[in-house]
């Protein structure tokens, strides 16, 4: 077997566990499971996820090499997590995680091209099944009588999640193009998904991953005669954000109800997070958390009881070891793109973490498919974005002719 047919047969696998595994979930987070015959969903998603594994284990095993170093970690990061999902009993950041074990070698820009496709592919989908009536369309209503709709999803928050994904896509694969038009679709898309399912977070994460984005862009073309100065300027952007968020988060921690009355479900997520703080602790591998519209705590009595908090969530449910690795992770990926200059890539997980302190399920790779490039954190940079490190590329600038501008 070729090098070049044995590389194509590896692409595949792990686009095949990936098509899988998405397909399994859409079945769990969308309308489609009140259609279908509750065993046949249970046998679907179990077939589908258990194929997804098994076309990742045959790529590990068949076709990619590890150095010892690259397996002991993956190893023991993968025995750390197992145990806590044995703990928590929830497995769905083991099943993400194992992507971002498996990950070595995978063309990221073709991959981002492939989740574009089948994100888009799905909403799309689900969104002609439910305005026909085959599917249910997913109908929520706030306190104050306002109607959210899902499009075939089970929630709206579902959907949004779904929507700035797509959005984050399409910005970094459109990072090389610098011009107006791109602008026109995710604008388009941020403020439809608001109108149709009333979701906040998604909002302002995608106008400040379209702002970000904006500006970056009017920039970069003085960056390169302030080359030697570009890192310093992203890290002391860094700090600066670091800083700022972190006296905000620690003031409206400490004095939810000094929130604004227009955020006063950031504010109930608050409370409720304290709410499992108290409740379960901070143990080392984790909890079995109850969730649930009317479920008991410990130390409290039956009633709504949900942990949207992404940090806290983890925290809690997946235990201090995780939370330490994961933190640790993301502080050594950031640092790998501000060493690399991958500022597009830097604006977009920024916008998830923002995300993900009032939903988890961003963490996850049905709702957030750049969890894969943080397999460079253990094989190296250099590995997935071998295609896109070039120093200058040729892109558009506004209104202007072509000419070669610093990219990253």
């Given at each position: 077997?070729?090098?070049?047919?044995?590389?194509?047969?590896?692409?595949?696998?792990?686009?095949?566990?990936?098509?899988?595994?998405?397909?399994?979930?859409?079945?769990s987070y969308t309308q489609l499971a009140k259609v279908i015959p509750s065993s046949v969903q249970k046998y679907t998603e179990l077939l589908l996820t258990l194929f997804a594994l098994s076309c990742l284990a045959a790529r590990v095993i068949f076709f990619e090499r590890y150095s010892p170093w690259e397996l002991f970690l993956t190893v023991a990061v993968a025995g750390l997590l197992f145990i806590t999902m044995t703990v928590s009993a929830s497995r769905l950041l083991?099943?993400?995680?194992?992507?971002?074990?498996?990950?070595k070698n995978i063309d990221f820009d073709d991959f981002m091209k492939l989740a574009l496709k089948v994100t888009s592919c799905t909403v799309l989908l689900l969104a002609l099944l439910s305005l026909s009536g085959v599917i249910g369309m997913g109908?929520?209503?706030?306190?104050?009588?306002?109607?959210?709709?899902?499009?075939?999803?089970?929630?709206?928050?579902?959907?949004?999640m779904m929507?700035?994904?797509i959005e984050a896509i399409y910005f970094y694969l459109k990072r090389h193009t610098v011009t107006l038009k791109k602008y026109i679709i995710p604008v388009a898309a941020c403020i439809l998904c608001y109108l149709i399912s009333d979701s906040s977070t998604p909002t302002i994460t995608g106008i400040m991953l379209i702002a970000a984005s904006f500006i970056y862009e009017r920039f970069q073309k003085y960056l390169r005669f302030m080359d030697r100065h570009v890192r310093f300027f992203v890290i002391a952007v860094l700090i600066v954000l670091a800083v700022a968020m972190g006296i905000m988060v620690w003031y409206y921690w400490n004095n939810p109800y000094k929130l604004p009355t227009s955020m006063k479900t950031l504010r109930t997520r608050i409370l409720l997070a304290k709410k499992y703080l108290k409740a379960y602790g901070v143990k080392l591998f984790g909890s079995n958390i109850a969730i649930g519209s009317n479920v008991a705590l410990p130390g409290y009595g039956a009633g709504y009881s949900y942990l949207d908090d992404g940090y806290v969530r983890v925290l809690v449910e997946h235990g201090l070891a995780v939370f330490?690795?994961?933190?640790s992770a993301i502080v050594i990926y950031i640092a790998k793109l501000v060493k690399n200059r991958r500022v597009q890539l830097i604006i977009i997980t920024i916008a998830f973490l923002f995300f993900y302190?009032?939903?988890?399920?961003?963490?996850?790779?049905?709702f957030n498919a750049f969890v894969v490039n943080l397999g460079t954190v253990l094989f190296g940079m250099n590995d997935e974005c071998r295609t896109v490190l070039?120093?200058?590329?040729?892109?558009?600038?506004?209104?202007k002719k072509s000419k070669k501008v610093w990219t990253f």
């Open positions: 077997m070729t090098i070049k047919v044995a590389d194509k047969r590896s692409k595949l696998l792990f686009y095949f566990a990936y098509i899988c595994y998405f397909i399994s979930s859409v079945l083991f099943l993400t995680a194992l992507f971002v074990l498996c990950s109908v929520k209503q706030r306190d104050d009588g306002t109607y959210r709709y899902s499009f075939g999803f089970n929630h709206p928050n579902h959907l949004g929507v700035f994904q330490a690795l994961i933190c302190i009032s939903e988890q399920k961003v963490a996850f790779i049905t070039e120093e200058y590329e040729p892109v558009r600038s506004f209104g």
